[in-house]
């Protein structure tokens, strides 16, 4: 299909539009994850002029069949979250959504490759239609698919026959990946109430859902290695009571202190409920990762001491 200059000056004039769509989807989805305590790595993109020419030039296809000018795309850890992602997203853009595709689905039982979830979403501007797709997989899928472009497998170019074993050899093993990092995680919720990694599993729901995205794991398994010998009952439904009493306060000091890296961890929450319920058995067990300088500056700022 030939290219003519109409294509070229009508993206140039749409795209600023295109690029209000990208912000504005991809707002709505990390405040909708974020309510919902999930962490998953949210980002846009419009195509550049030159780029979307030569799909429209490859493809053989209209400008206005392109349906990924602007493109939003979710990455999650787990499989499961998947499902999370997906009910969210099909209940938050119900009226919008064209077109939905499970290309997992796709592929059937029996053969391995690109896997995602797809949404054609169409946003209607002063009578325009624009669309904008959503692409929602996990962290190894994405992999995949990266690292499958850098091959340009996808392409007319005829591969032999031991290649494309080799190709699909490699996405088995990303996939395999995939399964057994979604295994792990679902051994590790069925640990007891007690182990500090559930606790730690707990407190990242509230910590995504009101504090932040992201924080220092090795900073976390510092201080919650060992903590459950501080508990004498289920310590997630005592941190969930300490929640449900004081969340507004948490909240406030938390907003006050940011700028120490300790009330930007989720486990700030625990160290708070400690420092009022079981303080001085805390102390000892701080006293053993950090100093208690660090310590009295987060009482003080809970309204308490370490005396």
Same mark, same amino acid.
């Given at each position: 299909? /030939? ?13 600023? !539009?295109?690029?209000?769509? *990208?912000?504005?989807?991809? &707002?709505?989805?990390? $405040?909708?994850? &974020?309510?919902? *305590?999930?962490?998953?790595? !949210? ?10 020419? &030569?799909?429209? $030039? ?10 990924? +000018?602007? *493109? ?7 499989? @499961? ?14 009226? @919008?959504?064209?077109?939905? %595709?499970?290309? $997992? ?23 325009? %239609? ?6 929602? =997989? ?22 032999? !026959? ?11 093993? #990303? ?20 182990? /500090? ?8 729901? #509230? ?10 794991? @090795?900073?976390? *398994? ?10 004498? @009952? ?12 004081? %969340? ?9 202190? +940011? ?14 409920? =400690?420092?009022?319920? =079981?303080?001085?058995? #805390? ?7 950090? $100093? ?16």
């Amino acid at each position: 299909m /030939p290219i003519n200059n109409n294509e070229r000056e009508r993206w140039e004039e749409e795209k600023p !539009v295109y690029e209000e769509i *990208g912000v504005d989807v991809s &707002k709505k989805i990390i $405040s909708v994850l &974020k309510n919902r *305590g999930v962490s998953a790595k !949210v980002t846009y993109r419009t195509k550049e002029t030159d780029s979307l020419i &030569k799909k429209i $030039s490859r493809k053989e296809t209209e400008y206005e069949a392109i349906h990924d +000018k602007v *493109g939003v795309r979710i990455i999650s850890s787990f499989k @499961e979250q998947l499902k999370v992602i997906d009910e969210l997203i099909c209940k938050e853009f119900c009226s @919008e959504i064209k077109k939905r %595709e499970n290309m $997992s689905e796709a592929l059937g039982n029996n053969v391995f490759g690109y896997q995602a979830i797809h949404y054609d979403l169409c946003k209607t501007i002063d009578n325009v %239609e624009y669309f904008c797709e959503i692409q929602l =997989r996990t962290t190894c899928q994405d992999n995949w698919s990266e690292l499958s472009h850098a091959l340009a497998y996808k392409t007319e170019i005829d591969i032999p !026959v031991d290649i494309m074993r080799e190709i699909n050899a490699l996405s088995a093993v #990303f996939e395999l990946a995939d399964n057994q990092f979604q295994l792990i995680q679902t051994l590790i919720e069925k640990l007891p109430e007690t182990s /500090p990694v559930r606790i730690l599993n707990f407190l990242e729901k #509230f910590f995504y859902s009101k504090i932040g995205d992201s924080y220092d794991k @090795e900073l976390s *398994g510092n201080l919650l290695n060992g903590i459950d010998a501080l508990y004498d @009952e289920n310590p997630i439904e005592v941190l969930q009571n300490f929640i449900d009493d004081n %969340e507004g306060e948490i909240l406030k000091v938390i907003e006050t202190y +940011k700028d120490n890296f300790f009330f930007t961890q989720p486990e700030i929450v625990l160290i708070l409920e =400690r420092l009022q319920n =079981r303080k001085y058995a #805390f102390k000892g067990h701080w006293e053993n990762v950090y $100093s208690l300088g660090e310590l009295e500056v987060i009482a003080n700022a809970w309204g308490t001491s370490l005396e």
